[in-house]
């Protein structure tokens, strides 16, 4: 439902696992007229069912796996613009993936956190004032947060 509000055609994930809410933002893009999804996952069965599972529901053209270390595998050839981030992998690591994506963010782009609670160092960063973000909980334990400019 975010991703089609805001048009997402540039969406980031961290943690694939089987790809279940892959398909749901690839499905998102697909509305949307098209785009690019980026998800990471380092457990390498996983992102061969997650491969599987993209291919069954007709979205790989939508998608890429990279499989590894979401700090090494969004270190690089990023796109430009990013409109939407799903941070689902270990929490502990949440800001420094952040941190990555950061300078490819719109402003107005959304990043949903899930378990963020578990990650206060990340909600600190969202949440801060002068962080350059709006930041809400959202549901149950999410953390719901909208870049605000460019720069901030
Ligand atoms: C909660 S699951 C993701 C669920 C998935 N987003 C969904 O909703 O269908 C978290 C996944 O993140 C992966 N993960 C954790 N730390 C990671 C890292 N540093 N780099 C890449 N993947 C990681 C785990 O292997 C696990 O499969």
Do not use: C, Q
Not at 3 to 10: E, K, M, N, V, W
Not at 44 to 61: C, F
Not at 111 to 126: C, G
């Amino acid at each position: 439902m975010l991703a089609r509000s805001i048009g997402a055609r540039s969406i980031i994930e961290f943690g694939t696992s089987f790809g279940i809410s892959t398909l749901h933002l690839a499905a998102a893009l697909k509305d949307n007229g098209g785009g690019h999804l980026i998800s990471t996952e380092f457990e390498p069965s996983k992102v061969v069912r997650a491969r599987e599972n993209i291919i069954k529901a007709n979205l790989s053209d939508l998608v890429e796996i990279r499989e590894g270390d979401a700090l090494e595998t969004l270190a690089r050839d990023l796109p430009e613009t990013i409109d939407l981030v799903l941070l689902d992998g270990a929490k502990a690591l949440f800001p420094r993936v952040l941190s990555l994506l950061e300078a490819h963010l719109r402003a107005g782009a959304l990043i949903i956190a899930d378990n963020a609670d578990w990650s206060p160092d990340y909600l600190a960063k969202v949440r801060s004032p002068t962080g350059g973000y709006f930041s809400v909980p959202f549901g149950s334990d999410v953390e719901l947060s909208m870049k605000l400019s460019v720069s901030g």
